[in-house]
Each structure stands twice: as structure tokens, then as C-alpha cells.
């Protein structure tokens, strides 16, 4: 009696079902042929940074060398400010495993190739203990963007460039870091699970076809061989003599047998191996630089996206019409 019921229930849900599915499909073409092209391309803000200026026109400089001195001293700064001076572009780069930042960083230096002239310096203040090869390559690319137009570039290390870090840090005309900061690393890293024998345990197989013999070598599912083992070998060793030879292009003094083992260094031993050119913080140089350049700090902020509920009910369809899968 029950199954009489259930059957026709269970007819109406997937009818239901597939009735929505159809009209979700039909209503995303919809809304993408209305929507136009986004020009939204994000935002590049320059805010001078008057260090000293701002220094002495706050109140505790004030209390501490007295009002006439202060305001004596912010008028010959004022002074200061109206000669014409080189500029100096102030950038941060916060790395991550990806990268992701290097969209940030193109946008940046973009804006700056369009105002900047010969005589004028980008100072990048970098913080990354490296990650994705092709994502840090690129980033490193850009910066040597700026040297080629005839622009000095800086790159200041307060507390780690390592690996893909450095890759971006060695393109620099000069390196600073602090005594305790780390540099170098300049190594290649590959490496993943094997849950072969985990699925063997519980009887389960795993089926991959491939064409082209190097198409798949290590895997995580099936079984890895030394021939597998000895091409991605091979391809790490490849990738470290590509950055060697980027590290040499740039920095041609180094001894590459000492310093590209894969080890990193603090402050002092990678000045002493000519990993770095100086001992120094990033506001000690902002300073230094202050006085004879006018100072722009530069930062690009991405659009906002403006994914509303309908776009956010539609993705899962979105991701199975153009092939990927929301589950990835």
C-alpha cells in the first residue's frame, strides 16, 4: 500500500527536480545576455607620503622641540617640497603559496610605466617564503619590467624573500634586509602523497588513461615507478638551473655552488655572500630616500564583485555548463 503511494511521490521530485534544473539553465543564458561587458578593471590610488613633513606636524614633535622649531622646520620642508625632485614609487608585495598577489603588482607597476622617467626608483617592500614557480616567475617579471625602462628598483626584506621570494628580490639593483630577516633558498621543491597502498587495504582500484608518455608521472592514486620518479626529477633539476640562471643574470659576482643548495641565510651572512647589499629596515630607507625624492606610495585595488543571490544560485549550473565541476 505504502509503494503506491511512494512511487508516484518519487516520480513528482525528480520531475520537479529536473524542471527547476531546466529553468535555472534557461534563466543563467538569460542574465548573461543581458549583462554587458564589465569594465570594472580596478583602481590605482598614488597618496604622497611626507614622512617628515607628517612627522613634525604632529603633536608629540611639537611637545618635544617646541612650536617655533616645529614650524619652522615643516616650512622648509614645505619649501623643500616644491623642488623639482625624482620620484619614488612605494610598493608591498605579501606573498603566498600562489602568488596571488602578482595581478596586484602588474597593475601597480602598469600605472607607474605610464608617469615614471629615467632617474626615478620603485622601492618594492617584499615579505614571501615563496611557493608556485610559474606565480613567482611572474611576478619577477614584471619587476624587471621596470629596470628596462631605465628606472631604479629597490627591494627592502624585513622578515623573509626565500625561494620564489628571492627569484623576485634578486632582480633588484639593490637588496636591502634586517639582521634577522631570511634570504636565499634558492632551491626547487616537488612533492605529494601516495595513497596507493591505503587503497589496495580496502579493494579499491583506480583506472587512469593518458596520452603522451610523460603526460602523467607521479601520481596520487596509482602506482609510482623510477622511471616516473627520474622525469620529475629531471624537471625539478630543470626548473633549478632555469633559476640559477635567473639569480646569475642579475647577480653575476655569486658563487651559485655555495649559494644555490637550497639553504637560506639571515641578514648578515647574506650580506657576507653577496646576497643582499645592505643592512637596513624598510623605514630606514623610505627615510633616507625621502630626502631626495618625492615619495608616492602606489596600491591597486581589485573591483568589487557585484555577484548577486541569483549568480550565486546559478553557479553550480555555471560550473557544469563550461565543463568544471563546483565539487573541485
Do not use: C
Not at 505504502?2 to 511521490?9: K, Q, R, V
Not at 570594472?40 to 611626507?50: K, M, N, S, W
Not at 625624482?86 to 607597476?109: N, R
Not at 617579471?141 to 627569484?167: F, M, N, W
Request: avoid cysteine; charge should be positive; hydrophobic fraction near 45%.
Amino acid at each position: 500500500m505504502l509503494e503506491h503511494y511512494l512511487i508516484p511521490y518519487g516520480l513528482f521530485v525528480a520531475q520537479t527536480a529536473t524542471l527547476l534544473f531546466l529553468v535555472l539553465v534557461a534563466l543563467l543564458f538569460f542574465v548573461k545576455g543581458l549583462r554587458a561587458p564589465s569594465a570594472r578593471v580596478g583602481q590605482v590610488d598614488l597618496q604622497p607620503l611626507d614622512l617628515q613633513r607628517d612627522l613634525y606636524g604632529s603633536p608629540w614633535a611639537v611637545s618635544v622641540i617646541g612650536k617655533q622649531r616645529s614650524k619652522a622646520k615643516r616650512k622648509a620642508l614645505k619649501a623643500a617640497s616644491k623642488e623639482e625632485r625624482p620620484k619614488g614609487f612605494v610598493l608591498s608585495f605579501h606573498g603566498d603559496v600562489k602568488a596571488s598577489g602578482a595581478k596586484k603588482l602588474a597593475e601597480e607597476i602598469n600605472a607607474i610605466l605610464e608617469i615614471a622617467e629615467p632617474g626615478d626608483t620603485v622601492v618594492l617592500k617584499l615579505e614571501s617564503p615563496g611557493g608556485s614557480v610559474a606565480g613567482y616567475g611572474l611576478a619577477a617579471s614584471h619587476l624587471e619590467r621596470i629596470k628596462t625602462r631605465g628606472i631604479k628598483l629597490q627591494v627592502t626584506v624585513d622578515k623573509v624573500a626565500a625561494s620564489g621570494g628571492y627569484l623576485m628580490a634578486v632582480v633588484a639593483d639593490q637588496i636591502w634586509a634586517t639582521s634577522f630577516a631570511v634570504v636565499g633558498s634558492i632551491g626547487v621543491v616537488a612533492s605529494m602523497p601516495n595513497f596507493k597502498r591505503l587503497l589496495d587495504d580496502k579493494k579499491v582500484d583506480f583506472e587512469q588513461i593518458t596520452a603522451g608518455e610523460y603526460k602523467r608521472t607521479l601520481t596520487l592514486f596509482g602506482e609510482n615507478t623510477d622511471q616516473d620518479r627520474a622525469k620529475v626529477q629531471s624537471e625539478v633539476d630543470a626548473i633549478h638551473n632555469q633559476f640559477k640562471g635567473w639569480v646569475k643574470k642579475f647577480r653575476p659576482e655569486l658563487d651559485l655552488a655555495q649559494v644555490a643548495t637550497g639553504e637560506w641565510w639571515q641578514g648578515e651572512g647574506a650580506l657576507e655572500l653577496g646576497l643582499i647589499d645592505h643592512l637596513g629596515t624598510s623605514d630606514e630607507l623610505l627615510h633616507t630616500l625621502s630626502e631626495t625624492h618625492r615619495l608616492y606610495a602606489v596600491n591597486w585595488t581589485a573591483p568589487k564583485s557585484k555577484q548577486g543571490l541569483v549568480a550565486k544560485l546559478l553557479s553550480p549550473a555555471n560550473a557544469l555548463l563550461s565543463g568544471q565541476s563546483p565539487l573541485t
